[in-house]
């Protein structure tokens, strides 16, 4: 088995002395396997069985860690892994089948026993009528050491029935439950936690385990990464990504740009910690996530790149690809590049609404001489593996050069006052220096407005390509106004702005991250009157002297919305709001009395309403138009907590069951 390492050889080896491995290869069916044996103690741990899992964990990086994983278990179980199609999320889940992506036969070939889910679906599907779904919650006392699985209440397992995207994945491949039963729930290195899976579920007992998400850690264990090399893409998309090199050739530096709002919301709130998602691949200079981190800024990235360019001889072309999940953040990047670095020739991956998009850019990343990806991102760890294998070098862009431009320095005067890479005001000085721009192509952040304590006017700036953020340095002014800025590519936060009576945006139209206002004590007016869509979540927080607010032009919120601790807040209004891709929250607003979003039809997440002042039962939240997708953070889908005089006097017939009034 050339693609194991020694450590993993030697995992093998021991379990293949506990007689838990075997070397079957087959298809699912529906006879109990002969070589199970019954004793009087039992069934015994030996004997062919099936496993099939959700992928129920992020995107397709995610997705691949946990498969890698759980194809370790199922191996180390002697029993066949059903391989699942592979999530998206566009908002609704979709499915994409293995073998579209990933050669099977080379999997096989490898010495893994594996089917794909739709060739074994009307097995399983027939199977179903008295088949059991695992769940590894709802046990009282824990996980006992040597213990079987035992039957459950089939509403036990809630969350690996109908969460997201569980509910979807069994409805699509037409499989339901007749029971349930506790698993160990036990995710760690495979030696040490496959003997406890193989005396929890025998074979004989359980031929088929169905479970609603991967038995697996992620991010995958370095141990594991050999793994990578049995997913060789399918011919179809290495023949399509060839199409496509074909005016260019290969890239000479390829390089991933992760900044779509999910992404960028998860970084801001991942600053500080010891390590997330995938950062265990790179070395923290700091040993704790920067900003930079995850979320590097487009001249950080661009510094990256033409270093590499630098170092590449002269034989080599200047071709940069470029693959991401945000197309204004790659914008950016690209005007960048071409700006800078002379001869340079940049290609931006296939649009995200191709169905391929992240497989070519993957195979693009292989391709590449080098590639720059990012620290954190499990998309670029993937990359980092199959380049490993190929014997290419991977980096990554250094989180701890500060990005932006100095403003203390002469990026006050830059060559074309009209467009600049990123700035970071510091000075009274600087803050002037903005009202000969229009264009950003980065972040605009204001840490020090000089110490205005009258209106702050920043009326020249039109569109930002990443992050603008307000921070306490200007908190003084007593008034905020953007009085042209028309979109932001990335979040919009205001933060600490003690002093501040009003923040005015009259000409923003969309935001592509969060947009976040936190703890303004004093802003008692809040104008984002063209406002259409948020791609992120939008957060307003402990804003005390708030009353009011709306947003009349607002579409869908791209993540969640929350309203938090305004204890002024009377009435808040978004009358065109119809989508919300998150859940929907209100929480001690205690003086809030009107709630409209009267054209709000899908929250793809739970309503949480606790501790406000409502009169009545927001009419919306009753209307037959108003869907609420499953939430497995919450036991009801519309939780109303406090909110009303009378609970028990709502009328809410129609939705009895989806709706906990208290």
């Known amino acids: 088995m050339p693609w194991l390492s020694t450590s993993a050889l030697v995992l093998l080896t021991v379990l293949m002395c506990f007689g838990v491995v075997g070397d079957h290869v087959g298809s699912v069916s529906n006879q109990q396997p002969e070589q199970c044996q019954r004793h009087e103690q039992g069934c015994s741990v030996s004997g062919v069985g099936y496993l099939v899992y959700v992928p129920a964990m992020g995107r ?21 892994l059903v391989l699942p199609p592979f999530v998206d999320y566009s908002p609704l889940p979709t499915f994409t089948p293995f073998d579209a992506v990933f050669d099977v036969a080379h999997v096989l070939a490898s010495g893994f026993s594996v089917v794909p889910l739709q060739q074994a679906a009307a097995v399983l599907a027939a199977r179903s009528a008295a088949a059991t779904v695992y769940c590894e919650h709802g046990f009282q006392g824990g996980w006992q050491q040597g213990q079987r699985a035992h039957r459950l209440p089939l509403e036990t397992c809630r969350q690996a029935l109908a969460g997201v995207p569980q509910q979807a ?18 995710f760690g290195p495979t030696i040490s936690v496959a003997a406890e899976w193989a005396t929890a579920l025998p074979v004989c007992d359980h ?56 992404w960028a ?203 603008v953020v307000v921070g306490a340095g200007c908190g003084e002014a007593k008034e905020i106004a953007f009085g042209q800025l028309q979109a932001i590519g990335g979040e919009l936060v205001l933060e600490d702005l003690d002093g501040t009576t009003a923040v005015l945006l009259p000409a923003l139209t969309w935001v592509g991250g969060d947009v976040r206002m936190t703890h303004c004590g004093a802003v008692a007016q809040l104008e984002l009157g063209a406002l259409a869509e948020v791609g992120g979540a939008l957060l307003i927080s402990d804003c005390h002297a708030l009353q009011a607010f ?47 979003l009267p054209h709000l039809s899908h929250v793809h997440g739970a309503v949480f309403l606790a501790y406000c002042h409502l009169p009545a039962m927001p009419p919306w939240l009753l209307a037959d138009t108003l869907t609420v997708s499953p939430d497995q953070a919450f036991q009801f889908q519309i939780d109303i907590l406090g909110c009303l005089s009378d609970c028990s006097s709502a009328n809410i017939p129609a939705k009895a069951k989806l709706i906990q009034c208290r």
Request: overall charge positive.
């Open 60 to 80: 397709f990086g995610n997705q691949v860690d946990q498969l890698l994983g759980t194809l370790a278990l199922a191996k180390a179980l002697n029993r066949t």
């Open 265 to 467: 919301c998860v970084c801001h709130r991942s600053v500080g910690q010891r390590e997330i998602m995938a950062t265990p691949q790179c070395h923290l200079p700091t040993g704790r996530v920067q900003l930079d981190t995850c979320l590097p800024s487009p001249a950080a990235t661009a510094r990256a790149v033409a270093a590499h360019l630098t170092k590449a001889s002269a034989s080599h072309n200047k071709h940069v690809y470029i693959g991401t999940d945000c197309p204004s953040c790659a914008s950016g990047l690209r005007h960048h590049l071409e700006k800078t670095i002379k001869g340079v020739v940049v290609t931006v991956g296939t649009p995200l609404i191709d169905g391929d998009a992240a497989f070519l850019d993957l195979i693009a990343f292989e391709s590449a001489l080098s590639f720059v990806g990012n620290c954190a991102s499990s998309f670029s760890a993937f990359a980092r593996r199959a380049r490993a294998i190929l014997g290419k070098p991977t980096s990554f862009v250094d989180h701890e050069a500060r990005s932006e431009v100095n403003t203390g320095a002469a990026a006050e005067h830059p060559a074309n006052p009209l467009l600049v890479d990123s700035v970071v005001v510091t000075s009274a000085h600087g803050l002037a220096a903005l009202d000969t721009t229009e264009y950003i192509l980065g972040d605009l952040i204001l840490e020090f407005c000089g110490g205005a304590t009258g209106p702050l006017s920043l009326n020249g700036v039109k569109r930002v390509g990443g992050r």
């Open 550 to 596: 709306a947003l009349p032009l607002l579409v869908s919120v791209g993540s969640h919305m929350t309203l938090l601790n305004n204890p002024m807040l009377r009435r808040a209004v978004a009358p065109q709001l119809a989508t919300v891709r998150g859940f929907l929250e209100v929480y001690r607003c205690q003086q809030l009395q009107h709630l409209g």
């Open 207 to 262: 031929p088929v385990v169905f479970l609603g998400r991967a038995p697996a850690m992620y991010p995958l264990p370095r141990e594991l990464e050999p793994l990578q090399q049995v997913l060789r893409w399918h011919q179809r998309l290495t023949v399509r990504a060839a199409e496509l090199m074909q005016g260019n050739g290969p890239p000479s530096i390829a390089v991933h740009v992760r900044g779509g709002s999910d």
């Open 169 to 186: 994945f069994w409805n699509h491949h037409n499989i339901s439950f007749a029971d349930a039963a506790f698993h160990p729930g036990i």
